[in-house]
């Protein structure tokens, strides 16, 4: 019998079951395989019940012969270890041309040095970001696709049908680029996924702390907010936590221990950041805020000895106060899409990715947790200008600074006066301040470096690239350390 399979899909958690479910309501025949052998018939006599054309396989050997060649074959395992393991035990059963597909969240470098090595076996490798949860997988992920260009076109119909759409139809799955692109792009979005979710928090608190609101006040506000610039999964799903009532009619998110977890995504996307040397501040900020979260206990003993302003002091309009506070989480939210954007930029020079920019920022339009109306926007500033050097300086995100820059400056600074912490949107107003000045203080740093360890240092009146040594004290010698190894 002629095989049907279209794709075999490895790993039935929720999002690989979600996944096949979406895939065949596209039209694709589908093979489901798992380590644990016994959960390919639970699927298939629960939720693919009455499906014919999905298929379970009961051994890899089964799963490979259900396949139209070339063969594609996604795992949707656990990050890791469990990613080499699977690769080791399909490539016996596969020939020149097959492609292995990688959806769980690897981190890049794996999925560089898998492509590498799947390559130089002749087969193809694509590690791809999916994005969305457990209900994007079921509706409509963001996929978000790199590794070796050839599997592309094999792949491309099928993940474009079973992606999310913009609201203008367009698929939220495009091409990312070679090797470790897919998964780069897609751990850049979990680290501004990172700072969407504490400028909200930090909105909230200040709401909470500074103005004294209570959970259905502030429900009232994120529900106005949706219906603006910052409509978005991200607030809109605020706005429903802020409404939900526990058994005792008391809202659930006040009951919630507010220590905060992670995977680790965000803390890839800082050290990549560090790797790169590029200022990406307010993820950074957004994963200390987690790790500063996480010190519950000090923090409560902290709070018996530490005194600060006591809050709930605000005076003034606090109707006035909540829309300085949404301009100012616009404008935080500017500066960190602007850092994310420069982080791809770099690691794209770093590693030889060619990336289309716009059409990341159509891939996260829809389908992904920080799908938002906002994204259609830098999609636009990419369009009118695919060279843009820094997002900051295109003329619509420009004009939005220019008239929220009041209202953020406000609200940090009185976040500082109450002392309600406050460490993204601060870290973007600081960053944007350092972006916009023509000169820094760091005349004084390579002064002190040249002081201490003879670094040199360049002159603001002779051309870049000659080095200057300056005996500082009288004593020692003039000689620089570029001329010794101390
Ligand atoms: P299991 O059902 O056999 O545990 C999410 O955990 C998915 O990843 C599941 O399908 C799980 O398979 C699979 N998985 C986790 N660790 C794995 C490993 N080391 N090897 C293979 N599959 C693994």
Not at 189 to 209: R, S, T
Not at 413 to 437: C, H, I, K, N, Q
């Amino acid at each position: 019998m002629e095989p049907t399979g279209d794709l075999a899909l490895i790993g039935l958690a929720v999002m690989g079951q979600n996944l096949i479910l979406n895939m065949n309501d596209k039209g694709y025949t589908v093979v489901a395989y798992n380590r644990t052998v016994s959960k390919v018939d639970e699927f298939l006599n629960d939720a693919a019940k009455g499906r014919k054309t999905i298929l379970g396989a009961h051994s890899i050997e089964e799963m490979v012969r259900m396949l139209k060649k070339p063969r594609k074959i996604m795992l949707m395992v656990k990050a890791g270890k469990a990613v080499d393991d699977f690769i080791e035990l399909l490539l016996p059963h596969l020939e020149s041309g097959d492609c292995i597909i990688d959806g769980g969240n690897s981190h890049f470098p794996d999925t560089i040095r898998r492509t590498k090595y799947l390559e130089s076996k002749g087969f193809l490798y694509i590690g791809t970001g999916v994005s969305g949860g457990e209900e994007g997988a079921r509706r409509g992920p963001s996929i978000m696709p790199g590794g070796s260009p050839k599997a592309w076109p094999l792949v491309k119909d099928i993940f474009q049908a079973t992606s999310a759409k913009t609201p203008d139809g367009a698929p939220c799955c495009e091409w990312v680029g070679e090797n470790g692109a897919g998964h780069y792009v897609k751990m850049t979005h979990n680290g501004i996924e990172y700072g969407d979710m504490q400028l909200i928090c930090e909105a909230y608190q200040l709401m909470k702390e500074g103005l004294g609101m209570t959970a259905g006040q502030m429900h009232t506000v994120f529900s106005e907010w949706n219906k603006g610039e910052l409509d978005s999964y991200l607030i809109e799903i605020t706005r429903d936590i802020l409404a939900f009532k526990d058994a005792d009619g008391q809202p659930l998110v006040e009951k919630i221990l507010d220590t905060a977890g992670q995977k680790g995504t965000g803390k890839w996307t800082s050290v990549s950041s560090l790797d790169l040397g590029m200022p990406v501040t307010l993820i950074a900020e957004a994963v200390y805020a987690r790790c500063v979260s996480a010190m519950k206990e000090e923090r409560v003993n902290a709070s018996k000895i530490l005194k600060g302003p006591k809050a709930k002091e605000f005076k003034g309009s606090k109707t006035e106060f909540v829309e300085d506070i949404r301009q100012a989480l616009l404008a935080s939210k500017i500066v960190s899409y602007a850092q994310g954007f420069m982080l791809m930029r770099e690691a794209a020079r770093e590693y030889g990715w060619k990336l289309n920019y716009g059409a990341i920022a159509l891939m996260w339009r829809g389908g992904c947790i920080i799908r938002s109306a906002f994204l259609g926007k830098i999609k636009e500033a990419f369009d009118t200008n695919p060279d843009l050097s820094n997002l900051l300086l295109d003329k619509y995100f420009e004009s939005v600074i220019g008239t929220c820059q009041a209202s953020w400056r406000k609200v940090v600074m009185t976040a500082v006066e109450l002392g309600v912490p406050v460490p993204v949107f601060s870290t973007a107003l600081a960053f944007f301040d350092s972006y916009r000045s023509a000169r820094l203080p760091a005349n004084l740093l390579q002064a002190q470096r040249d002081y201490f360890g003879a670094h040199t240092y360049e002159r603001v009146d002779k051309p870049r690239g000659q080095f200057f040594h300056t005996n500082w004290t009288g004593t020692g010698g003039s000689v620089s350390s570029s001329t010794y190894t101390a």
